[in-house]
C-alpha cells in the first residue's frame, strides 16, 4: 500500500509539473492535440499505478517524450500559420450577417441547438441581430452582434468615467492578504477603520474586502451558519 501510494504521488506531481511547462493557454483550452495528449497521458500513468512490477520509469519516460513533442508541436504552431491551421484548425463562420451558413454548420458538424445554446448563453435570442458568429479552433463561439444591437459606449456619449482599474483582494475568507494590502499603499489603521464603518468587530468575520485603484471598497461579511 506505501508503494501504491508513493508512486501515485510521484506520478501525479509529474504530470501536473509536465502540464504547467506546457503553459496556462493548454490548460484552458483543448485543442485537438492536448485532448489526445491528455487521454494518453491517463492510460500511461494510469498502467504503472496499478502494476507494481512495472517500473516506474515505464510510465514516466513515455509521459515526458509525449510532453517533448507537444511542446516542440507549440513552438511551431507559434512560427508557422500553415503548421498551425493543419494541427488546430481554422475558425469557421457559422453565422454571417444574420444568415446562417449551413454548409459551415454540416463540415464542422455543428447542430442548430448548440448554435441556440451558445447564443443564448451570450444573452442573443434573435439570430437577424448577429452580424458574425465564428466557430473558434477550441469549440468555442465568438459573436459579433450589428452595431446597431450593441450597447452604447461612454465614448460614443462623449462621456469620460474614471477607470476603477483592477481590484485588490485584502480580505480572502477571514485572512488578511499583507502583501496586497501594503502593495496599495494602505496599513492596518486604515483596515480597522473599514471594518468599524461596515460594523465588523474581527477580520476572521469579512468573507471578502477588495479595493480598486480609485479606493473603491467592497466587503462582504461572512454569512451565518
Request: proline letters at 4%; aromatic letters at 4%.
Amino acid at each position: 500500500m506505501v508503494i501504491a501510494f508513493l508512486r501515485t504521488i510521484l506520478l501525479y506531481v509529474f504530470i501536473i509539473a509536465g502540464i504547467r511547462l506546457m503553459g496556462k493557454r493548454q490548460v484552458g483550452e483543448l485543442e485537438p492535440s492536448e485532448l489526445v495528449l491528455a487521454l494518453l497521458i491517463a492510460d500511461l500513468a494510469a498502467v504503472p499505478m496499478q502494476d507494481f512490477g512495472i517500473p516506474l520509469l515505464t510510465g514516466i519516460i513515455p509521459i515526458l517524450t509525449l510532453l517533448c513533442i507537444t511542446m516542440a508541436l507549440s513552438v511551431l504552431t507559434m512560427k508557422s500559420v500553415r503548421f498551425r491551421a493543419v494541427v488546430c484548425g481554422r475558425p469557421s463562420i457559422i453565422v454571417e450577417n444574420g444568415i446562417l451558413r449551413q454548409r459551415e454548420m454540416q463540415k464542422n458538424r455543428f447542430t442548430v441547438d448548440e448554435l441556440m445554446e451558445e447564443l443564448r448563453m451570450k444573452g442573443i435570442t434573435d439570430i437577424s441581430t448577429v452580424k458574425y458568429a465564428i466557430l473558434e479552433t477550441n469549440g468555442q463561439i465568438s459573436v459579433l452582434p450589428f452595431a446597431a444591437q450593441q450597447p452604447v459606449t461612454a465614448q460614443q456619449m462623449q462621456m469620460h468615467p474614471k477607470d476603477p482599474g483592477l481590484p485588490t483582494v485584502i480580505i480572502n475568507d477571514g485572512r488578511v492578504l499583507t502583501r496586497n494590502l501594503h502593495h496599495r499603499g494602505l496599513d492596518d489603521i486604515w483596515l480597522d477603520r473599514q471594518l468599524k464603518q461596515h460594523n465588523i468587530k474581527r477580520t476572521e468575520d469579512v468573507f471578502l474586502l477588495t479595493v480598486d485603484e480609485q479606493n473603491q471598497v467592497y466587503l462582504a461579511a461572512k454569512e451565518e451558519s
